[in-house]
């Protein structure tokens, strides 16, 4: 597949594609992103993806300057051009381009908002990471503060979780960050679950984490087939201790976790998390079966 870029609405290939040095996400970070997968060629969640965008504008005050609707058929008309399915979407909206070519952090001069969106075919994880799992680090770094850089602004600077990654022993596949206090935040770019007697823990929605789609989808999942839930803020004590963790993403969907530090779980989950992992394939299939009729998009 040709791998595509949009700039403002103008598609090309990535070596054609131009922004300004000016921009404000290339400058300070001032930028807002999604991922969206789709599954054949529905990209699922969107509605959630842009709704979620849209909030993390809000928050930093950034004028998106088009409707959910436009930016939808953009991704559509993108992901058409390149023809295939299962493909991904990183979409990132910067505050605009600095209009006097001043290099001020000051969020004022700026043209409209940069729409820049990355269309590549999704990259499957290795099955290893779901016959065995994924291997954390817990790294010194700690996640931003909800009172500091809301980890809820899904913001196009990741310096936070990339400091968390460099220091993480090469050993291991990815980190976990914690809060000041010791409590299990998340991880660099997933939500980290944990489940003790049979009891499934995950932090309140008010907490220093990213509320992910994937994990929304998992709260919902858990109500409806009564699997016991309890959000509530946990320690890496406890994380340690547990009979089952596993992460969620829209990429990763439900990954379960082999190794934490030292400490090992169960080869490629526990009932739960395997419960979970099914019944989260289910929800996507019918997500998508439905998708097809609703979605207005054809290609
Ligand atoms: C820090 C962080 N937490 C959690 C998630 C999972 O979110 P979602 O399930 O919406 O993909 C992500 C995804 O990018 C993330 O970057």
Not at 33 to 40: A, C, D, F, K, M
Not at 149 to 170: A, F, R, V, W
Request: glycine content about 6%.
């Amino acid at each position: 597949m040709q791998e595509l870029v949009s700039v403002n609405s103008v598609i090309s290939k990535p070596q054609d594609a131009k922004i300004s040095v000016y921009d404000r996400g290339f400058l300070f970070g001032d930028a807002i992103y999604e991922v969206t997968r789709s599954y054949g060629k529905v990209f699922f969640m969107i509605e959630e993806h842009i709704a979620r965008l849209r909030r993390s504008a809000e928050s930093i005050q950034l004028d998106l300057g088009k409707t959910d609707q436009q930016i939808i058929e953009e991704m559509y008309a993108l992901a058409k051009e390149g023809g295939e399915e299962d493909v991904y979407i990183r979409l990132q909206v910067s505050r605009g381009t600095c209009a006097f070519k001043q290099v001020s952090i000051k969020p004022q001069n700026t043209s409209s908002a940069n729409y820049v969106m990355y269309l590549h075919k999704l990259k499957n994880w290795d099955s290893k990471y779901y016959e065995q799992g994924i291997s954390l680090g817990i790294c010194k770094t700690l996640r931003n503060s909800k009172d500091a850089m809301d980890p809820n602004i899904k913001s196009g600077n990741y310096l936070n979780n990339i400091l968390g990654l460099l220091e993480t022993d090469e050993d291991f596949d990815d980190c976990i960050m914690l809060t000041k206090e010791g409590m299990v935040a998340e991880g660099s770019t997933f939500n980290v679950f944990m489940v003790k007697d049979n009891v499934i823990y995950t932090q309140p929605d008010d907490f220093d984490i990213l509320q992910g789609i994937t994990r929304k989808i998992l709260l919902e999942l858990c109500e409806t087939h009564n699997l016991q839930l309890e959000k509530r803020v946990f320690s890496v004590e406890e994380l340690l201790k547990a009979d089952e963790v596993f992460v969620s993403s829209s990429t990763k969907e439900v990954m379960p976790v082999i190794k934490i530090g030292k400490n090992s779980y169960q080869a490629g989950g526990g009932e739960i998390s395997k419960r979970l992992a099914g019944l989260y394939k289910d929800y996507v299939k019918d997500y998508c079966a439905k998708a097809k009729k609703d979605h207005p998009i054809d290609f």
